[in-house]
């Protein structure tokens, strides 16, 4: 290879490794995307209406994990299959029920009204904080995309001219 591009191309590859790296191992895994027919679309409050009975719940959690449904404190499991999606089907009538899905140090809590509909005069309840948030993962990415650019921009700019290095080293001596 080039011995003149080495060092530019080891600065891309730590550059590629930092984009990576932080995608897969931060962000919560754990999320419930629908509850029978009604999409959550990314929300998650603290109480849902559900007006049918005995629905089936679907989500997305760490690949071929186990993932706990507690229903009023009652424990049951399912898994998660090679591609995370994961459906538990709740054998229940109408009523309230405490609702709780666990898997690892992640949950999801909230209250599930089935057969009812929405109260009169009700518009919205107020966003449960059991779970992160859906713009936090992409606002770090954001960030992370950012600081990436320009640190290879500034790379680019110093390395590009043996003047302008010469004069930021020089900087960075009298510093120390």
Same mark, same amino acid.
């Given at each position: 290879? /080039?011995?003149?591009?080495? +060092?530019?191309?080891?600065?891309?590859?730590?550059?590629?490794?930092?984009?990576?790296?932080?995608? /897969?191992?931060?962000?919560? $895994?754990?999320?419930?995307?629908? #509850?029978? *027919?009604?999409? @959550?679309?990314?929300?998650?409050?603290?109480?849902?209406?559900?007006?049918? $009975?005995?629905? !089936?719940?679907?989500? !997305?959690?760490?690949? $071929?994990?186990?993932?706990?449904?507690?229903? +009023?404190?009652?424990?049951?499991?399912?898994?998660?299959?090679?591609?995370?999606?994961? !459906?538990? /089907?709740?054998?229940?009538?109408?009523? +309230?029920?405490?609702? &709780? =899905?666990?898997?690892?140090?992640?949950? =999801?809590?909230?209250? @599930?009204?089935?057969?009812?509909?929405?109260?009169?005069? *009700?518009? &919205? $309840?107020?966003?449960?904080?059991?779970?992160?948030?859906?713009?936090?993962? +992409?606002?770090? #990415?954001?960030?992370?995309?950012?600081?990436?650019? #320009?640190?290879?921009?500034?790379?680019?700019?110093?390395?590009?001219?043996?003047?302008?290095?010469?004069?930021?080293?020089?900087? =960075?001596?009298? &510093?120390?």
């Amino acid at each position: 290879m /080039y011995p003149k591009f080495k +060092d530019k191309i080891k600065c891309l590859v730590w550059l590629l490794l930092l984009f990576v790296v932080p995608v /897969y191992s931060f962000g919560a $895994s754990l999320q419930l995307n629908r #509850i029978g *027919s009604l999409d @959550l679309d990314g929300n998650m409050y603290s109480e849902w209406w559900y007006t049918g $009975s005995r629905p !089936t719940f679907y989500g !997305t959690a760490e690949e $071929s994990s186990t993932v706990t449904v507690k229903v +009023d404190g009652t424990e049951a499991t399912t898994s998660a299959d090679g591609s995370g999606n994961w !459906t538990y /089907y709740l054998d229940e009538d109408t009523g +309230d029920y405490a609702i &709780e =899905i666990v898997q690892g140090a992640e949950s =999801i809590s909230f209250t @599930l009204h089935l057969g009812q509909s929405l109260p009169d005069g *009700s518009v &919205e $309840s107020t966003e449960s904080t059991s779970s992160v948030p859906a713009t936090g993962f +992409d606002q770090y #990415i954001a960030l992370m995309l950012g600081v990436g650019v #320009i640190l290879l921009a500034t790379y680019f700019y110093i390395s590009g001219d043996s003047n302008r290095k010469a004069v930021f080293e020089t900087r =960075i001596l009298k &510093e120390d």
